[in-house]
């Protein structure tokens, strides 16, 4: 009965959508010509209590596509080395790595009675950019996310802590957060995931998001 009451909280609470947090490492800033170099995804799921908590964690390392362009500004500012052999071991195609991650996004979907996902990612133009190119690219025809709707913590945090870079909005929310790892994909999308976590309960806590039952409750008095 819980995970019913759960499911169902969920798909009422973003109008049937289901947030994911999404984070990606690139090449440089242009999505049509520059790689992405990693890609992480968080999917989110919900208590009895209508309390928003992360879930799973999918992240890869991907190749760049061919052609692409990747700038040595970008490789200093995220540490990504493409001649790392670990990474050469590990990394996957574009294509690869998006089945893999739309697959089990398209199971949480329907598992928490959404309809679609609905990216959520600090600064999340960028992401969602990066994410809609390489989909074309790829020319899959089944993207579990909204095209062009997102969630932007970056926003949500300047609103709510009155920070907007993610370390110190993390630190703001008390959140821990390791300078060294950042700019690794499924670090920052972890970390972006409690984060958005964090302020969505901290606004129900406030009364600004009723529960279903609640509402029905006070509709029947």
Avoid at 41 to 67: C, K, Q
Avoid at 70 to 81: W, Y
Avoid at 137 to 162: M, Q, W
Avoid at 191 to 213: I, P
Wanted: glycine fraction near 8%.
């Amino acid at each position: 009965m819980s995970e019913l009451i759960a499911r169902e909280l969920m798909a009422q609470r973003f109008r049937s959508f289901l947030p994911v947090v999404v984070d990606i490492e690139t090449g440089g800033f242009n999505p049509e010509s520059d790689a992405l170099l990693e890609i992480a995804a968080v999917t989110l799921t919900m208590d009895p209590e209508g309390n928003l908590l992360p879930d799973a964690t999918f992240a890869y390392h991907i190749e760049p596509f061919a052609g692409a362009n990747v700038e040595q500004a970008a490789l200093d500012f995220t540490g990504i080395r493409l001649d790392d052999p670990l990474r050469k071991q590990v990394a996957v195609s574009e294509s690869e790595a998006l089945g893999e991650i739309f697959r089990p996004v398209r199971k949480a979907i329907k598992a928490h009675g959404c309809t679609r996902a609905i990216l959520v990612g600090h600064n999340a133009a960028f992401d969602h950019g990066f994410l809609n190119a390489a989909v074309n690219r790829c020319e899959i025809k089944r993207n579990p996310f909204h095209p062009f709707s997102s969630f932007d913590t970056a926003s949500l945090a300047g609103l709510v802590y009155g920070q907007t870079v993610l370390a110190r909005a993390c630190r703001a929310a008390g959140i821990e957060f390791d300078n060294n790892a950042a700019h690794s994909a499924r670090y920052d999308t972890e970390r972006t995931a409690e984060l958005f976590c964090a302020m969505v309960n901290r606004y129900k806590d406030l009364g600004g998001w009723r529960l279903a039952q609640q509402e029905q409750g006070m509709e029947g008095d």
